[in-house]
């Protein structure tokens, strides 16, 4: 089993900046990937951004591209998810989650995705 914690979310103002935490413990795996999602309000929950563990290879949803950067410390077994200009469309749920992957392969799909943190609420306001 895997467990993970995420931290960081709270209120800001629009252009402001935030960074978001994802502590992981537990089973181990030769690699995986770890990702951010987000679900606002009515609205289903989506991909932010994913890292592979191994290469670092990232991936950004296009409505993050250029504002939010995903990274990982190895030996605090931690993803961050550093965001910066944050607009009122990224209030949201932020969900930490994470998979074994094949090596150096990085899935953008919810349902690839076995472990999920609690979610961590991060507001925007205009």
């Known amino acids: 089993q895997v467990q993970l914690v995420e931290s960081g979310g709270e209120l800001v103002q629009a252009g402001g900046s935030l960074r978001l935490s994802c502590a992981a413990s537990?089973?181990?795996?030769?690699?995986?990937?770890m990702a951010w999602f987000r679900q606002a309000p009515g609205k289903d929950r989506e991909i932010a951004a994913a890292i592979s563990w191994s290469t670092s290879t990232p991936y950004y949803a296009g409505s993050v591209k250029g504002r939010f950067t995903i990274s990982r410390d190895n030996a605090k077994n931690t993803v961050y998810l550093q965001m910066s200009s944050l607009k009122p469309e990224d209030t949201a749920v932020y969900y930490c989650?994470?998979?074994?992957?094949?090596?150096?392969?990085?899935?953008?799909?919810?349902?690839?995705?076995?472990?999920w943190g609690q979610g961590t609420q991060v507001t925007v306001s205009s």
């Open positions: 537990g089973r181990t795996f030769s690699d995986a990937a």
């Open positions: 989650a994470a998979t074994p992957t094949p090596a150096g392969i990085v899935y953008t799909t919810i349902g690839r995705y076995s472990y």
